[in-house]
């Protein structure tokens, strides 16, 4: 509906029913009215059944398009929207290219920090391989000698039956044999031998004395039941020497006996007994201390511990 305004009067038009009037109370009565109703509701139905305005797809360059597909034709072709795509694509792989950077850069801090761990975990690794090695070399060179050697086990354990060093002496049955023996070889080499003789008769876990160093006499003696190591003045291997050397001495009497007449100046055994007498005594020369420790060497000689073959 619309209001005209004329100079003179005012009109006041319904088009809908083709009514004019110039009062408005007579166009509120026409309102009212049964045939503008009518009109007003097929206006209504009108506007319910006529069609709705298309919708319209619009392009970033400004074209419109009545359909979807006729943008989407467009579009393939049109610079702006290549414009766009690109610059979102170059965006996009600014983007990932700086994410794969400090992806990057991350990977190699870590390595150098790998590298560096790895590097200080060698150097500690080879610093105990080392420690290792030398305990290792020093505990096997130990158990190496513990399994050939232990002094203190074949003393103790192995040897722990064997004679005391007096019980030794005392055990032993000289004979004339014997006697004549030193007088042949004389007093050292003879007193010597029958000791020698008689300890390598022994079991060697039965022997009194033992020997772990030749070269320096280290002498092991059981004595009284128990082992112990030798003193250096070597007391108890003189005093069973010359307990040795005084028992082959009580023998000349047999040889006498035996011989009768070795005591006559024309008996052909006379000089042989007289050398008898001077050996049984100690033989000739006055140092019975340098005659004793060249019966221990040859003693040490003979009783060595064999450390291959003991343990």
């Given amino acids: 509906m619309t209001e005209n305004s004329p100079k003179l009067a005012r009109i006041f038009n319904c088009k809908l029913c083709d009514y004019e009037c110039s009062k408005i109370s007579d166009y509120e009565k026409h309102i009212l009215t049964r045939k503008h109703k009518n009109n007003d509701k097929s206006l209504q139905n009108d506007d319910k059944n006529s069609p709705k305005l298309a919708k319209k797809f619009l392009c970033d360059c400004g074209k419109e ?98 004679m005391n060093l007096m019980d030794f002496v005392d055990s032993l049955k000289l004979q004339l044999s014997d006697l004549e023996s030193v007088g042949k070889l004389g007093f050292v080499e003879g007193i010597s031998n029958i000791i020698i003789k008689n300890l390598k008769a022994l079991d060697i876990h039965k022997r009194p004395v033992h020997c772990s160093d030749s070269k320096r006499e280290v002498m092991y003696i059981k004595d009284e039941d128990k082992w112990e190591k030798e003193n250096e003045e070597k007391n108890r291997l003189r005093k069973a020497i010359k307990y040795v050397a005084h028992k082959n001495s009580k023998i000349l009497p047999e040889f006498k006996a035996k011989y009768p007449d070795c005591g006559k100046s024309e008996s052909k055994q006379l000089e042989q007994y007289n050398k008898l007498v001077i050996e049984a005594m100690g033989g000739r020369g006055d140092n019975d201390l340098e005659k004793e420790n060249k019966i221990i060497k040859n003693i040490a000689k003979e009783v060595v511990i064999d450390k291959t073959i003991t343990i």
């Fill in 65 to 162: 398009y009545k359909y979807r597909q006729g943008l989407h034709t467009h579009r393939k072709n049109c610079n702006q929207n290549n414009i766009s795509i690109c610059n979102s694509n170059i965006k996009s792989e600014e983007s990932e290219i700086k994410i794969l950077t400090n992806l990057v850069l991350d990977v190699v801090k870590q390595n150098q920090e790998l590298t560096q761990q790895n590097s200080s975990l060698t150097n500690k690794i080879v610093n105990i391989y080392k420690n290792t090695s030398n305990t290792t070399i020093t505990n096997s060179s130990i158990n190496s000698n513990n399994k050939t050697f232990n002094l203190n086990v074949f003393l103790n354990e192995e040897c722990k039956d064997a």
